[in-house]
């Protein structure tokens, strides 16, 4: 009975139905090639996804996290260019403690100020992404110059394929880490004490303070983590893409919050799941991708993500309507 | 004492004006000491009034959405749109240069009243989803925004639309008696926002809204349709806001002032305004705005390159939020 009631539930039935309706208007939606295509987008997305997923449940928002994957990105490779490492597990340790350190200032400003966190991350994205154009440079780092080991370890199939065509296609190995991020993620918000605590401040933050939880710790730690995890996704994504552009993931702050909200996550806090956001990323990804399949013109992209957007925070706010004065 | 009372009545109770003020004199002496000859030159002033305008009423947007603790991120979504529209009508209906005057004056008017009408209908929108589907502002305008962004980009198809008439530019880059045109319009807009919030019932409302939502709805104040005006007003004044931009830039894209919104949300929060909610003055944004008006234009004459002003914004922003915080504290 309750797993009908369940949030993922539905919006697992709603991704099937979704996924029925595109196969039926093309069936190439179907084909491994796709799929695996598919798959390959939701990690960058899926892992930022979690991050903001966290800082949701906290009951905060972060609009600044692609603005530190990007600066992760970028000083990352330009320090491996320029002190000529060769390597992999060291950089993505850099990048994912720069993101770590911009997401301390994040949490320094809303907590020391008791400032709303949209407009403090509004600022700090600004900032970020003002200081790394202007002072960092704009230039963008191609494939002869990317570190070939960063490359060669994106590259990393599961599987290997050649379709009819006599073309290769793979799974990448890097949904494997996405999967694995979403796991530690699950057990950490359910099993351990801090995980609670986010809960806790999100559903009732002076409850939560009196009950005992520190709170300031949790804040911090929520948009640590959120800066962490973009710091990551964004050295993976420069990795995987083979390009390191200063301007990516300008707007993708957007997709990966309507991805997260989609999943059922409360924009008032307490409420969301790892399960619900990976559905909720799949579910952005495919119809986003699925445009082109489907023979939609693709300016109609931004639309089809507002509306997308708009019906999955109507259905949220119907579901939380008792909460409301 | 007349003149001590006139005073308070301006300032007000709270002392966030002539904190403005001080801010925006010291504005002024930095960048007139940092480049004496350029920046004092009446040509620098004069582009100031031109470029201030539009995004003058989109912090007054942003201000009056805050007021009941909401937010608008659809405003620059809606501003390219209502310009984009108009743009779609004129070359719909002007084919050739053999229109009269009187027909483009005509189609002008029409073209205006499009832009308007359709920025009303993105207010009505966000308020339907605010006040009625009961969804967070923030979100309901990220989505609505990304909406507005991407008809924008399926009218347009991407590039800019050019070519508008010459009475739409005259809206934009016009001058009556020597003062800019979008100037005037903004003191009109800016005037008007004032009396309607501090002296019409709707105003009030607004503010008891913001300042306690629980017991302005116990006191009888019809809270759902007050917010759903507010955002009525949001959509109308981004709308007035594209139709000045467009005007002043001969040309309308989807992607036009993108870095508006979060500068109209700094302006509208430096300029003391409460994003809680209950708070906020459209003398302390405007007086906000020109101070940030002469910062900018201060590091575009020190050749600062887009992306060091983008920064600039930004830390002024967290400097702001700072300030206000150790405000509150001496309380």
């Known amino acids: 009975m309750t797993l009908f009631r369940r949030s993922e539930f539905i919006i697992a039935c709603i991704l099937f139905a979704a996924m029925i309706i595109i196969g039926l208007i093309n069936p190439a939606f179907w084909s491994l090639d796709n799929l695996f295509g598919l798959l390959r987008s939701n990690v960058i997305i899926g892992i930022m996804a979690l991050g903001v997923l966290v800082v949701m449940i906290s009951g905060g928002i972060d609009v600044s996290f692609t603005a530190f994957a990007a600066a992760a990105m970028y000083l990352t490779i330009k320090l491996m260019i320029y002190t000529g490492y060769e390597g992999v597990f060291l950089p993505f340790v850099a990048a994912t403690l720069i993101g770590l350190f911009l997401g301390a200032f994040n949490a320094f400003f809303i907590h020391t100020f008791r400032m709303i966190p949209l407009i403090v991350t509004l600022g700090t994205g600004s900032v970020v992404r003002g200081l790394l154009l202007g002072l960092v440079g704009t230039s963008v780092i191609n494939i002869d110059k990317m570190p070939q080991q960063l490359i060669a370890f994106a590259k990393t199939d599961l599987v290997s394929l050649t379709s009819a065509t006599g073309t290769n296609f793979g799974l990448t190995a890097m949904i494997l880490i996405y999967l694995g991020l979403a796991l530690v993620t699950h057990l950490f918000l359910r099993y351990t004490l801090a995980g609670r605590s986010i809960f806790a401040l999100g559903g009732a933050p002076e409850a939560a303070n009196r009950v005992g939880f520190n709170t300031r710790r949790t804040l911090i730690f929520v948009y640590c983590f959120a800066g962490a995890l973009a710091g990551f996704a964004g050295l993976l994504h420069g990795s995987m893409i083979w390009l390191a552009n200063p301007r990516d993931f300008a707007g993708l702050e957007l997709d990966v919050i309507a991805a997260v909200v989609l999943g059922g996550a409360s924009i008032f806090g307490g409420r969301g799941s790892v399960i619900g956001t990976l559905l909720g990323v799949f579910m952005l990804v495919m119809v986003k991708n699925s445009l082109i399949i489907m023979k939609v013109d693709t300016t109609w992209q931004r639309v089809v993500v507002g509306l997308i957007i708009i019906v999955a925070t109507a259905l949220t706010a119907w579901r939380d309507r008792k909460k409301l004065v | ?331």
């Not at chain 2, 240069?97 to 009505?124: E, F």
């Not at chain 2, 966000?126 to 962004?149: D, E, V, Y």
């Not at chain 2, 008439?165 to 934009?172: E, K, L, T, V």
């Not at chain 2, 887009?306 to 400097?319: C, E, Q, V």
């Open chain 2, 1 to 331: 004492m007349q003149n001590s009372s006139f005073a308070k009545r301006i300032f007000g109770q709270d002392r966030n004006i002539l904190q403005l003020l001080v801010i925006t004199v010291l504005v002024f002496a930095l960048m007139s000491y940092l480049n004496p000859d350029k920046f004092l030159r009446y040509y620098n002033f004069e582009s100031i009034t031109y470029i201030m305008p539009e995004l003058g009423i989109l912090a007054i947007a942003m201000m009056i959405a805050m007021l009941t603790g909401g937010i608008d991120l659809s405003v620059v979504g809606i501003a390219n749109l209502a310009g984009i529209l108009a743009g779609v009508f004129f070359h719909s209906v002007i084919v050739g240069t053999s229109q009269s005057t009187g027909m483009l004056l005509l189609y002008t008017g029409i073209g205006v009243l499009m832009a308007l009408a359709i920025g009303l209908l993105a207010g009505v929108l966000n308020g339907f989803l605010i006040s009625k589907l009961r969804i967070t502002p923030i979100l309901a305008t990220l989505g609505t925004g990304q909406i507005f962004t991407g008809l924008a980009v399926v009218l347009t198809g991407g590039p800019a639309i050019v070519g508008f008439p010459d009475a739409w530019n005259f809206i934009g880059n016009g001058k009556i008696l020597g003062i800019a045109t979008p100037f005037i319009l903004f003191v009109v807009v800016a005037g008007a926002v004032a009396v309607l919030l501090t002296r019409t019932t709707l105003g009030v409302n607004l503010m008891l809204i913001g300042t306690n939502p629980r017991a302005a709805i116990f006191a009888g104040l019809r809270k759902d349709r007050m917010i759903f005006y507010s955002y009525m007003m949001t959509g109308l004044l981004a709308a007035i806001a594209g139709v000045i931009l467009s005007g002043r830039t001969n040309a309308a894209k989807s992607d036009y002032g993108a870095s508006y919104l979060l500068q109209a949300i700094l302006i509208a929060v430096l300029g003391g305004t409460n994003p809680a909610g209950g708070k906020g003055r459209v003398l302390g944004v405007s007086i906000a705005l020109i101070a940030l008006m002469l910062l900018s234009s201060g590091f575009q004459i020190l050749r600062f390159s887009n992306h060091l002003i983008d920064f600039i914004w930004g830390g002024f922003l967290l400097l702001v939020i700072a300030l206000n915080a150790f405000r509150n504290t001496d309380r």
